[in-house]
């Protein structure tokens, strides 16, 4: 079983920057794609960003050129650094993973509990 933990939210004035951090752990065998995500108030949940075991990205629209995602697998850790950051970007960011919990089963999708980012003056 994994857990993903997140962490860096908080308040910011818009164009500042915020890191935010996720960590995975528990028993696994293998972590494949790593993401985040971010639900606002009355929206659903959408894509920000994401990042395969080797490095490749995506981003949404609306966060490209300002949100830059990473990862380190040794540590199985994803990281997201937001910069120029508006008030729209209000939302709660959940990490998640595609994880496979043993040799030649099935991977499935687990979620963080998610982290509150406020863009406000």
């Known amino acids: 079983q994994v857990q993903l933990v997140e962490s860096g939210g908080g308040l910011v004035q818009p164009g500042g920057s915020l890191r935010l951090s996720c960590v995975a752990s528990g028993r696994f065998f293998k972590i494949y794609t790593m993401g985040w995500y971010r639900q606002a108030p009355g929206k659903q949940r959408e894509l920000v960003a994401t990042?395969?075991?080797?490095?490749?990205?995506n981003y949404a629209d609306a966060v490209k050129g300002r949100f830059t995602t990473s990862r380190d697998n040794a540590n199985n850790m994803i990281y997201l650094q937001m910069n120029s950051l508006k008030p729209e970007d209000t939302a709660v960011y959940y990490c998640?993973?595609?994880?496979?919990?043993?040799?030649?089963?099935?991977?499935?999708?687990?979620w963080g509990q998610g982290t509150q980012v406020t863009i406000s003056s």
């Open positions: 990042i395969g075991s080797g490095g490749y990205t």
């Open positions: 998640n993973a595609i994880v496979q919990s043993r040799a030649a089963t099935a991977a499935f999708s687990s």
